[in-house]
């Protein structure tokens, strides 16, 4: 087992590394910026270094930096988190050519997954359902254009290598395709330095859904469950639950056990996440996320496993603790991520936190590395917290999630949680029919 770990990362993520390291009796490392060295990962990793100033260019991005601070502080392993670097193949290249463990995939399933055409072949192959669409990447408005003609509109044109809604354009008018091919190739440039794009049909209204998987380095592979993740604004999402309250025992497991198998043939190492649009009882593959995700405590709450301490194990070759056959899911959990933002416009809100109160009871749990007193730098995401609750069944669980909102105190910043008040109490949500559409429709609705 590690001895010490270096978080490659910041914020809550940070701090949720750091509590597994010490519960597993490991060193940890925060690196932080200038804009962070009042961090609360900061003030509870056991050593920190300062790698740079505020720009994440020249901090958080800054591999020499951290590749630097890694070997003066003589970790064993370095972890990603989520955010910054942690689904760069070059990065979990160089962290490994450097004698470092990476606490992750190997560089080359962070690259293939990371490929949303390489992504969506390889697991076709290995007998994913997927949106139907191009062959590959598009290239020319010629090609873009026989596509169309062979599937029919609207369809939707993506980013090979994007994700959160940028490079991505729908296409409901074989007019407007040129123009919009042509814009959705300039965002994925401009993004990820890839213009690479290509082409599927566009679902109508269709449930986001995904599969946490977790494998090993002795051929062992599992599924722990889905989280439904339709609660979303411009592709980013906002709520998350588990189990969906859509889907069938024996729609879950079928999903479920596909998704396993399809890592487990894969060879894949560690921690993942296979996310489906689903419509009309059907599940198409989208995307393979190649590290943690935001929203693992969910799958946490609802299995009493510690993702993070899993991760670890498996990255120091060890076997997976999780077996099948001891597996099981209780009650329901749901995760609301509480931004520094205006609740009506979404701008921004980056500031002192001059009150604090954390909500608590039953089931509550408050992911965040603020504090009274703590200033909020306006340099990353505005992401400030998570606030995840667990009850026996979804109409609990909501209830819980109320009163736990109410108890929570943050001033001095505006923040989301009224948004969230709002959102409960919607028929559609208590009802479960939501879509990934239909928050912005309703939010259009309300704010004529």
């Known amino acids: 087992m590690f001895k010490k770990i270096l978080i490659a990362n910041r914020g809550e993520i940070a701090l949720r590394i750091i509590r597994?390291?010490?519960?597993?009796?490991?060193?940890?490392?925060?690196?932080?910026?200038?804009?962070d060295a009042n961090s609360m990962a900061v003030r509870l990793a056991d050593e920190s270094v300062c790698i740079g100033p505020p720009p994440s260019r020249d901090s958080y991005l800054n591999i020499p930096a951290i590749l630097s601070a890694a070997a003066l502080t003589g970790v064993d392993a370095i972890?990603?988190?989520?955010?910054?670097?942690?689904?760069?193949?070059?990065?979990?290249?160089?962290v490994e050519e450097h004698g470092f463990a990476f606490i992750g995939p190997t560089p080359e399933h962070i690259e293939k997954m990371g490929d949303k055409v390489m992504a969506k072949q390889t697991v076709q192959a290995l007998g994913l359902p997927v949106v139907p669409g191009s062959d590959g990447s598009v290239e020319t408005v010629e090609e873009g254009l026989k596509v169309i003609k062979g599937m029919g509109l609207p369809v939707i044109i993506k980013?090979?290598?994007?994700?959160?809604?940028?490079?991505?354009?729908?296409?409901?008018?074989?007019?407007?395709?040129?123009?919009?091919?042509?814009?959705?190739?300039?965002?994925?440039?401009?993004?990820?330095?890839?213009?690479?794009?290509?082409?599927?049909?566009?679902?109508?209204d269709p449930k986001h859904i995904e599969i946490q998987v977790f494998?090993?380095?002795h051929g062992h592979a599992i599924h722990l469950g889905e989280r439904d993740c339709s609660i979303q604004r411009r592709h980013q999402k906002l709520i998350e639950e588990g189990p969906s309250p859509v889907l069938s025992e024996q729609q879950r497991d079928e999903i479920g056990s596909l998704a396993a198998d399809t890592i487990r043939r894969m060879g894949y190492r560690g921690?993942?996440?296979?996310?489906?649009?689903?419509?009309d009882d059907k599940f198409y593959f989208m995307e393979m996320n190649t590290r943690i995700q935001?929203?693992?405590?969910?799958?946490?709450?609802?299995?009493?496993?510690?993702?993070?301490?899993?991760?670890?194990?498996?990255?120091?070759?060890?076997?997976?603790t999780i077996k099948k056959d001891r597996l099981r899911f209780r009650g329901?959990?749901?995760?609301?991520?509480?931004?520094?933002?205006?609740?009506?416009?979404?701008?921004?809100?980056?500031?002192?936190?001059?009150?604090?109160?954390?909500?608590?009871?039953?089931?509550?749990?408050?992911?965040?590395?603020?504090?009274?007193?703590?200033?909020?730098?306006?340099?990353?995401?505005?992401?400030?917290?998570?606030?995840?609750?667990?009850?026996?069944?979804?109409?609990?669980?909501?209830?819980?999630?109320?009163?736990?909102?109410?108890?929570?105190?943050?001033?001095?910043?505006?923040?989301?949680?009224?948004?969230?008040?709002?959102?409960?109490?919607?028929?559609?949500?208590?009802?479960?029919?939501?879509?990934?559409k239909w928050l912005e429709q309703a939010l259009n609705k309300k704010n004529k």
């Not at 919009?180 to 213009?195: H, I, M, Q, T």
Request: aromatic share 10%; net charge negative.
């Open 159 to 204: 980013a090979a290598s994007g994700g959160g809604g940028k490079g991505m354009q729908v296409v409901n008018n074989e007019s407007e395709f040129e123009e919009l091919f042509n814009r959705a190739r300039s965002e994925a440039k401009v993004n990820f330095g890839d213009d690479t794009v290509y082409i599927e049909k566009f679902l109508k």
């Open 332 to 436: 329901h959990a749901i995760e609301i991520r509480i931004n520094a933002e205006d609740p009506d416009t979404f701008m921004p809100s980056p500031g002192t936190i001059t009150k604090f109160h954390a909500p608590g009871g039953l089931g509550v749990r408050f992911d965040s590395a603020i504090y009274q007193g703590y200033a909020i730098p306006p340099h990353y995401d505005s992401m400030v917290g998570k606030l995840i609750v667990h009850g026996r069944n979804r109409e609990e669980c909501i209830r819980r999630l109320k009163r736990a909102i109410r108890e929570t105190v943050i001033m001095g910043i505006k923040t989301t949680l009224p948004l969230h008040e709002w959102i409960l109490q919607q028929d559609e949500f208590l009802s479960g029919e939501y879509s990934i």
């Open 294 to 320: 935001v929203e693992h405590p969910v799958t946490e709450m609802i299995t009493g496993i510690d993702l993070i301490a899993e991760q670890i194990r498996v990255a120091a070759g060890e076997e997976l």
């Open 20 to 35: 597994a390291c010490r519960e597993m009796d490991i060193l940890s490392v925060a690196i932080h910026s200038t804009a």
């Open 271 to 279: 921690a993942g996440t296979i996310e489906f649009l689903y419509e």
């Open 79 to 94: 972890h990603p988190g989520y955010g910054f670097l942690y689904e760069n193949a070059e990065f979990a290249r160089m």
């Open 215 to 217: 494998g090993d380095t």
